[in-house]
């Protein structure tokens, strides 16, 4: 079995930085793409950033520029670095791993981005 473990979300003012944080243990071969995604309540579930084993990045257009993605394999850990937050970007981030050819979630972590 495999587990995901996110830190990193919390209360920030608009223009301001989060960094989240998800560390995946358990029994694992290997890992092909990690990610975040982020739902607002009444929203559906949709795709933030994702980063492949060779270190592809794909970013969703809303956080372009802003957020970076990036993943430690030695670690098995996957990183997202936000900046110049806005209030829109206020939602749960869902870490997201294919390990072992199966699919993974996290909890969840929040962020708010208000004044």
């Known amino acids: 079995q495999v587990q995901l473990v996110e830190s990193g979300g919390g209360l920030v003012q608009p223009g301001g930085s989060l960094r989240l944080s998800c560390a995946a243990s358990?029994?694992?071969?290997?890992?092909?793409?990690m990610g975040w995604y982020r739902q607002a309540p009444g929203n559906k579930r949709n795709m933030v950033a994702t980063i492949t084993s060779s270190n592809y990045t794909k970013y969703s257009d809303s956080v372009k520029g802003r957020f970076t993605i990036s993943r430690d394999n030695a670690k098995n850990t996957v990183n997202l670095q936000m900046n110049s937050l806005k209030p829109e970007d206020t939602a749960v981030y869902y870490c997201h791993i294919v390990a072992n050819s199966r699919s993974y979630w996290g909890r969840g972590t929040q962020v708010t981005v208000s004044s």
């Open positions: 358990g029994s694992i071969f290997s890992i092909s793409v």
